[in-house]
């Protein structure tokens, strides 16, 4: 009995390699997980190089925003624009195929896990029932049945390795399954981002087709003639005005909010509703707008106003001069209030698509001239969420963000017609108003 039992533990013993020893994953071929990053490698060559591209683009805008606005000076813009936006969808799209590839490697690597898994499991399972089959004898027993006092020594240590290489085996076994639950987290949280990119990717070629067609729009109306562009941005600014002046007669009837009701001021309690690498590079234009955000009209009675805009009652926002199809950001959690389309109101010269979001602390903040919108009323949106993609619909001679922040308990949701003696083509239009003292100043808050 001891001569077999000893025999057979040293048997064990010597197959460090498939049962005791560190795991061996069962890899596909080197061949193929080296093809796999080098594509991966490929698509992300491709990405720097459009972002350069982008980049590029981006200055051309920026040298174009800074010039006087004309018929030419617009469909330039335009057409920049929609190449900066191809850009990005082809930027897109290699981003989409490297994640991909990202998820065919991860599925490699999971499968590897989950095969040395169950190949060690069958083996420590099948390896204790050849011992309990083989030997049912104790060490105790080992010890009084061996020859002499080496082999029982001997057959005491050989049991002793056994016991602790199935040990080692186990803790490696645990590790192997951390592993495998770190990269089923890495596949989770690489399928959102691809659902991600794949969303932007659909929104970018709106964006692109909002381009397109306000060129053709432009063209249509001005009949590629500069003088009629002029008319055409006088006629907007007339139709504005009496839109301004219907709506601030609204306000000015509606009962102010209680200051109880406005939320205290300070900064950081919004966030800028653009991404960090859109601030950054609005970082870049300080010496041309005198400030690092690209406001281009802050709060208030600016010299805009001052000219004879908004019928002498101040920006009740700021605007903020960024490139059409910009994502434009949830400055806070919250819910989206209400959306909405002045330009589906011919003649009506307003926000154009907008949004706006409630948020839990009594503010509200409004997203004006969006080329297109990627939320819908009673959705609930966070930090850093996209509401939809920055533009020039509505009132807006250039693509810009108008940002406006209210105490919620003041804005309503409405139509200038519910207001007595409404007549402009915006009378119809559905939008959000509030008394004068609910309109606050972002700054304060951001």
Same mark, same amino acid.
């Given at each position: 009995?001891?001569?077999?039992s000893?025999?057979?533990v040293?048997?064990?013993?010597?197959?460090?390699?498939?049962l005791? /020893? @560190?795991f061996?994953?069962?890899?596909?071929?080197?061949?193929t997980?080296?093809?796999?990053q080098?594509q991966?490698?490929?698509?992300?060559?491709?990405?720097a190089?459009?972002?350069? *591209?982008?980049?590029?683009?981006?200055?051309?805008?920026?040298?174009?925003?800074g010039?006087h606005?004309?018929? !030419?000076?617009?469909i330039?813009?335009?057409?920049t624009?929609?190449?900066?936006?191809?850009?990005?969808i082809k930027?897109?799209?290699?981003?989409?195929?490297?994640?991909?590839l *990202?998820l065919?490697?991860?599925?490699?690597?999971i499968?590897?896990?989950?095969?040395?898994?169950?190949?060690?499991?069958?083996?420590?399972?099948?390896?204790?029932?050849?011992?309990?089959t083989?030997? %049912?004898? +104790?060490?105790?027993?080992q010890?009084?049945?061996?020859?002499?006092l080496?082999? !029982?020594?001997?057959?005491?240590d050989?049991n #002793?390795?056994?016991?602790?290489?199935?040990?080692?085996?186990?803790?490696?076994?645990?590790?192997?399954k951390?592993?495998?639950?770190?990269? *089923?987290?890495?596949? %989770?949280?690489?399928?959102?981002?691809?659902?991600?990119?794949t969303?932007?990717?659909?929104?970018?070629?709106k !964006?692109?087709d909002?381009?397109?067609?306000?060129?053709?729009?432009?063209?249509?109306?001005?009949? %590629?003639?500069?003088?009629?562009?002029?008319s055409?941005?006088?006629?907007?600014?007339?139709?504005?005005?009496?839109?301004?002046? *219907?709506?601030?007669?609204?306000e000015?009837?509606?009962?102010?909010?209680? +200051?109880?009701?406005? @939320?205290?001021?300070?900064?950081?309690?919004?966030?800028?509703?653009?991404s960090?690498?859109?601030?950054?590079?609005c970082?870049?234009?300080?010496?041309?707008?005198?400030?690092? $955000?690209?406001v281009?009209?802050?709060?208030?009675?600016?010299?805009?106003?001052?000219?004879? !805009?908004?019928?002498?009652?101040?920006? %009740?926002g700021?605007?903020?001069?960024? @490139?059409?199809g910009?994502?434009?950001?949830?400055?806070l /959690?919250?819910?989206?209030l209400?959306?909405?389309n +002045?330009?589906?109101?011919?003649?009506c010269y307003?926000?154009?698509?907008w949004? #706006?979001?409630?948020?839990?602390?009594?503010?509200?903040?409004m $997203?004006?001239?969006?080329?297109?919108?990627?939320?819908?009323?009673?959705?609930?949106?966070?930090?850093?969420?996209v509401? /939809?993609?920055?533009? #020039?619909?509505?009132?807006?001679?250039?693509p810009?963000?108008h940002? /406006?922040?209210?105490a919620?308990?003041g804005?309503?949701?409405?139509?200038?017609?519910?207001?007595?003696?409404?007549?402009?083509p915006?009378?119809?239009? +559905?939008?959000p108003?509030?008394?004068?003292?609910? $309109?606050?100043?972002?700054?304060? $808050?951001?």
């Open positions: 009995m001891q001569v077999r000893l025999g057979f040293v048997a064990l013993l010597a197959l460090p390699l498939f005791f /020893g @560190p061996t994953a069962v890899h596909v071929s080197a061949q997980a080296e093809q796999i080098q991966i490698a490929d698509h992300n060559k491709k990405i190089d459009l972002d350069a *591209e982008i980049a590029t683009y981006q200055k051309q805008l920026n040298t174009l925003g010039q606005q004309t018929l !030419a000076t617009s330039q813009s335009l057409d624009t929609r190449k900066q936006l191809t850009a990005k930027s897109l799209q290699q981003q989409i195929g490297a994640l991909a *990202e065919r490697q991860l599925s490699a690597q499968a590897d896990k989950q095969t040395s898994i169950d190949l060690n499991k069958r083996a420590v399972a099948q390896s204790l029932r050849d011992i309990a083989a030997d %049912n004898s +104790t060490v105790v027993e010890v009084f049945s061996s020859a002499n080496t082999d !029982a020594w001997a057959a005491v050989a #002793m390795a056994l016991n602790q290489a199935l040990q080692s085996n186990t803790q490696q076994l645990a590790q192997v951390q592993q495998l639950s770190a990269q *089923e987290l890495a596949v %989770n949280q690489t399928q959102d981002k691809l659902v991600g990119v969303t932007d990717l659909g929104t970018q070629k !964006a692109v909002a381009t397109v067609s306000q060129k053709n729009q432009l063209l249509t109306q001005t009949k %590629n003639q500069e003088s009629t562009y002029q055409l941005i006088a006629t907007k600014k007339a139709q504005q005005k009496a839109f301004e002046s *219907e709506l601030n007669s609204l000015a009837s509606l009962k102010s909010v209680g +200051t109880a009701s406005i @939320p205290k001021t300070g900064q950081g309690i919004l966030a800028w509703p653009f960090a690498s859109v601030m950054a590079n970082a870049t234009k300080k010496s041309a707008l005198g400030n690092i $955000y690209c281009t009209q802050y709060f208030g009675n600016t010299a805009f106003a001052a000219s004879g !805009a908004y019928n002498g009652s101040g920006h %009740n700021i605007d903020i001069g960024i @490139p059409t910009t994502p434009v950001q949830s400055s /959690g919250g819910v989206v209400a959306t909405g +002045t330009d589906a109101i011919p003649g307003s926000f154009g698509k949004v #706006m979001v409630q948020h839990a602390n009594g503010l509200s903040t $997203y004006a001239h969006l080329s297109s919108i990627g939320v819908a009323k009673g959705q609930s949106v966070s930090t850093g969420s509401l /939809g993609y920055s533009g #020039m619909t509505g009132y807006a001679t250039g810009h963000l940002y /406006g922040v209210y919620s308990a804005v309503q949701i409405m139509t200038l017609a519910s207001f007595r003696g409404a007549t402009s915006c009378a119809n239009a +559905t939008m108003v509030a008394p004068l003292n609910a $309109y606050l100043n972002p700054i304060s $808050y951001l």
